[in-house]
């Protein structure tokens, strides 16, 4: 069964600093696409970023990253030099072969001063 | 261009009641969703039409969740009746076809039933 889990439910860093935020997936498909979208305290929810399962280059956009480990399932999605604005909750996604989309339970960022 | 709207923003109801909630997609896109979202249980899918046609039914919402979509840029989604557990952030969102592209949300609703 298609399936996306993050562990982590909330995350307290200090602005400027790194964060890694964890995710791993269950799947069946040679060909799917993981996302990570953020929602901020409005509730509005935006696309970061995107990987693609058959691309080995881990992707970056701006200061986010992504710690692609195929063998491993997992997708981690890195911040750098965090800053007050990215607190939010953080989902990571699976979109399948079918088109069906996953996703994690979130994850809770709370940066601070 | 035009994001995901929906309409109402809020939206409080009896119990028993029947409500609508409206969804206008980007123009162009060919998939839609419709998601439940609640601290407890997160983001849970309740329809996905690819096209106009129905793809995925939520088994658990079938029997008092309807969404439709008459035309490929306006989809409802119809709760009847209405429950107390029902409150929640009702989200449309829509994509390209293609599991390359991303989804767009909405503001989405806020449901409140009394």
Known sequence: AQKVTQTQTSISVVEKTTVTMDCVYETRDSSYFLFWYKQTASGEIVFLIRQDSYKKENATVGHYSLNFQKPKSSIGLIITATQIEDSAVYFCAMRDSNNRIFFGDGTQLVVKP | ?114
């Open chain 2, 1 to 114: 261009d035009a994001g995901v709207t929906q309409t109402p923003r809020h939206e409080v109801a009896e119990k028993g009641q029947t409500i609508i909630l409206k969804c206008e997609p980007v123009s162009g896109h060919n998939d839609l969703f419709w998601y439940r979202q609640t601290k407890i249980q997160g983001l849970e899918l309740l329809s996905y039409f690819r096209s106009k046609s129905l793809m995925e039914d939520g088994g658990a919402f079938k029997d008092r969740f309807k969404a439709e979509m008459l035309n490929s840029s306006f989809s409802t989604l119809k709760i009847q009746p209405t429950e107390p557990k029902d409150s929640a952030v009702y989200l449309c969102a829509s994509s390209f076809g293609g599991a390359q592209n991303t989804l767009y949300f909405g503001a989405g609703t806020r449901l409140s039933v009394l």
